[in-house]
């Protein structure tokens, strides 16, 4: 029962450079999502794909990007890091729509992520 | 005015101690209430789920939600060491799973032994 796996769970990276975090979950949810946690900022939403070939913006989208590889995948990227993205992200999926406890996230471990 | 609004702590209380986390929101259309629990270093997990007003308890825990004040509330009884941890209020208005949570900032308690 592994939930939702996310990699890598730590990395360091220098201004300017690039790198994909990956996201895969077993649960057969519908709805993925990408948050970054920061000191008493609490969880942020990045981009969400309510469903496999949709991805859709969060509050704080800018120098991100996201595939939606499959169902199970879901994956965030960083073309040019920047200090300011130095950060916690958490990867979540939710249930399908209109079962009980549907609104549900499950979350990841987290990727601890310093850019330089 | 954010639309949930999480006192950050930290909260510091002894062990055995009797435990209150609170969240205030202003969208009243928001009708489906949780609490997350996270460790250290780790992701966020449920803790409780609860719909519209009133209680639901869990063994120690106990989720209080009032519709009318916009205010809900996690009690903890007879707090562990184990309960040390952040807290995260969430909600929604509806059951779907295609509709965002709106998250408050999270309270850090500590349970002294």
């Known amino acids: 029962n592994a939930g939702v796996t996310q990699t890598p769970k730590f990395q360091v990276l220098k201004t300017g450079q690039s790198m994909t975090l990956q996201c895969a979950q077993d649960?057969?949810?519908?709805?993925m999502y990408w948050y970054r946690q920061d000191p008493g900022m609490g969880l942020r939403l990045i981009y969400y794909s309510a469903s496999e070939g949709t991805t859709d913006k969060g509050e704080v989208p800018n120098g991100y990007n996201v595939s939606r590889l499959n169902k199970r995948e879901f994956s965030l990227r960083l073309e040019s890091a920047a200090p300011s993205q130095t950060s916690v992200y958490f990867c979540?999926?939710?249930?399908?729509?209109?079962?009980?406890?549907?609104?549900?996230?499950?979350f990841g471990a987290g990727s601890r992520l310093t850019v330089l | 005015q954010k639309e949930v609004e999480q006192d950050p702590g930290p909260l510091s209380v002894p062990e055995g101690a009797i435990v209150s986390l609170n969240c205030t929101y202003s969208?009243?259309?928001?009708?489906?209430f949780m609490w997350y629990r996270q460790y250290s270093r780790k992701g966020p997990e449920l803790l409780m789920y609860?719909?519209?007003?009133g209680n639901k308890e869990d063994g120690r825990f106990t989720a209080q939600v009032d519709k009318s004040s916009k205010y809900i509330s996690l009690f903890i009884r007879d707090s562990q060491p184990s309960d040390s941890a952040t807290y995260l209020c969430?909600?929604?208005?509806?059951?779907?799973?295609?509709?965002?949570?709106?998250f408050g900032t999270g309270t850090r308690l500590t349970i002294i032994p």
């Open positions: 979540a999926s939710r249930a399908n729509g209109g079962s009980s406890g549907a609104n549900v996230l499950t």
């Open positions: 969208n009243s259309a928001f009708q489906y």
């Open positions: 969430a909600m929604s208005a509806t059951n779907f799973g295609n509709e965002k949570l709106t």
């Open positions: 649960m057969n949810h519908n709805s």
């Open positions: 609860t719909y519209s007003s």
